[in-house]
């Protein structure tokens, strides 16, 4: 599949939460509501069966994280390869990713934004420019941006309403961090439901 060029509040909608952070009041407003000209219609009489939720969650952490499919089931078996509960660490690989981890620093407001940083080689891990958003950090790895890219317009104002880092990554300087460790469950997003996926994917 191709890369989505679509409307994002689209998605969001149809997910029934901002997918993509950047969706302001006015998209909170019509979450409740599926797109669509019957979208009212749908919210009060949609029953969904087991696999049309599990779909729905596998599509809605795809999208959170800009995952195409052939590299969500390589995550999935890499996951699935190592010890422990394989919904945790599907959630924690994706939160390793290093477009996630400059999101996360609170570096770009959205992780489509995150992903352009690194890609535009803005990004440093350990001192040196690494343009894969995919790439997986590990703990000890330290993630920087570019001198020149702390001036840019886009990351002055970020910087200017950043939230604060989750505990897994400690901040250095303004726009530095060391990876500690990978995340615990309570420090991803609560409304996936990780168990689903691995359902869906085990059919």
Known sequence: MGKYTGPKHKRSRRIGMDLYGNGGESLERRLQQPPGPHGKEQAFRRTESAYTQQLREK??????YGVREQQFRRILAEAQRMRGQTGLILLQLLERRLDNVIYRMGLALTRLQAR???NHGHVLVNGRRLNIPSYLVRPGDIVSLKERARRLPQVQAVLAA???AP?????VGVTTARVLRSPF???VHPDIKEQLIVEFYSR
């Open 116 to 118: 352009q940083m690194v």
């Open 162 to 164: 950043s939230s604060a």
């Open 185 to 187: 469950r309570e420090e």
């Open 167 to 171: 505990q897994w990554l400690e901040p």
């Open 59 to 64: 599509q809605k952490v795809k999208w959170m």
